[in-house]
């Protein structure tokens, strides 16, 4: 007798395989198309944008040296190669002539006229007027221009009154070096510090998709929208809306609940898993600064397992308990909810204190978690007891859903 149950169990197991199996390829196909057309959006959208200017115009800037002084056009071209300039302006130095003609016409947005022997004026803290000239449709790159002009002009402002310092200094105090050299060598630090401004602060990158880059992020919620939302809609072909005479039967034959939830919890575990590692061991090559290679994908291909049971939890949670293609509606639509308020599709950080709160408590919440951890910032044996419980969790309940369903099939 416990031969020919377990025989059963077998039988029942190796069709739920093959059922769950045959879904992969459809999917797989479906799953090509649609990345195929996101591609080509995405490719149309990034080429617009590339022929549209108005979001961060650039312009054409002129800047002329009115002594005609070497020293100062060498200066301007190191400004120029700034990178804070480039991302801004090209900036191109033109006779006087030219230069109003230029923005007269329109082809060059602004004019910048610099005085004769304009180094010593600010060493002598002389303040020389600076001619800047703009066109008529002047716009918002050319704002952004003059916001750049006006911090180099407060750092030598800055350099100026430390100048005027020293001779209220020098007036009281005897100095023990030379004046004018100390001099000099204030005014060569400060216009060096206005031309390398980068290096006056330091910098710290805040980011929403910390502690991981964009595409390290969107990897993950890819590889996960992928399993939730494409293959766990097409598992509901497992969950399919039973007669009472076939449920009757399977529990008659001995094969429960549990063991319907632990046969469609392994397809699902393992489809999921195959979908992990063919999205995301892509993803880490491509994202993988340390050079950990080969020896970190060893890692990953048993660390991804238990991300794919949870996953498969969660699916097998909800169609257990929304059967027919009303439970599949009521799935897709319970799956795009957990991704918008749980970071799937942008970062939770984005969203108002309320559903921040909330969606550290969802589920996309723990799995984004853990796959950032054992991909990019260490495993953590902490996140995997809380995935894997998680994951329990829901396998349990989605056990209950199947036993309701099961008595009122029988009752």
């Not at 650039?58 to 040296?65: E, G, K, L, N």
């Not at 710290?204 to 809609?233: E, H, K, R, W």
């Not at 497992?238 to 007669?243: G, H, I, M, Q, S």
């Not at 600064?289 to 498969?312: D, H, Q, S, W, Y």
Request: proline share 3%; net charge neutral; with cysteine.
């Amino acid at each position: 007798m416990t031969a020919l149950l377990n025989r059963r169990k077998r039988i029942y197991c190796g069709m739920i395989w093959k059922k769950g199996i045959l879904i992969l390829p459809r999917f797989l196909l479906t799953l090509a198309g649609t990345l195929a057309a996101l591609a080509l959006a995405t490719f149309l959208v990034y080429t617009v944008m590339q022929h549209r200017q108005s979001l961060l115009p650039r312009i054409r800037a002129a800047v002329v040296v009115l002594d005609g002084d070497v020293a100062t056009a060498m200066t301007v071209r190191m400004v120029a190669e700034m990178e804070a300039i480039k991302n801004v302006a090209d900036v191109e130095i033109m006779n006087r002539r030219d230069a109003e003609a230029a923005v007269r016409n329109g082809s060059v947005q602004a004019s910048i006229y610099l005085t004769e022997d304009i180094y010593h004026d600010f060493a002598s803290q002389t303040n020389t007027p600076v001619l800047v000239q703009v066109s008529r449709d002047s716009g918002l790159g050319v704002q952004r221009f003059y916001d750049l002009v006006q911090v180099g002009l407060s750092l030598l402002q800055t350099g100026q009154n430390t100048l005027v310092a020293l001779d209220e200094v020098e007036g009281r105090h005897p100095m023990l070096i030379d004046k004018g050299e100390l001099e000099d060598s204030i005014a060569d630090d400060f216009v060096t510090l206005a031309i390398n401004r980068n290096n006056i602060w330091k910098t710290t990158v805040l980011s929403a998709y910390d502690p991981v880059s964009i595409a390290g992020y969107y990897s993950m919620a890819g590889a996960l929208a992928i399993v939730c939302l494409f293959f766990g809609t097409g598992f509901a072909a497992l969950y399919d809306k039973k007669e009472r005479a076939v449920d009757v039967c399977l529990k008659r034959m001995g094969i429960s609940a549990l063991m319907q939830s632990f046969s469609r919890l392994l397809v699902m575990t393992f489809v999921s898993w195959v979908m992990f590692l063919l999205v995301l061991i892509p993803a880490f090559y491509v994202a993988d600064t340390k050079g950990e290679g080969a020896e970190a994908v060893l890692r990953l291909i048993p660390g991804l397992l238990p991300a794919a049971f949870c996953v498969a939890a969660f699916i097998h949670l909800i169609h257990s308990f929304a059967v027919g293609e009303s439970g599949s509606l009521f799935y897709l639509i319970t799956s795009l909810l957990l991704f918008v308020l749980g970071g799937g599709i942008f970062p939770a950080a984005f969203l108002p204190p309320v559903l921040y709160h909330i969606a550290g408590f969802l589920p996309i919440r723990l799995w984004l978690d853990y796959l950032s951890g054992l991909l990019w910032n260490g495993f953590s044996w902490r996140s995997l007891a809380v995935l894997l419980a998680a994951g329990f969790g829901m396998a349990a309940a989605g056990v209950l859903g199947l036993k309701l369903r099961e008595r009122r099939s029988i009752g």
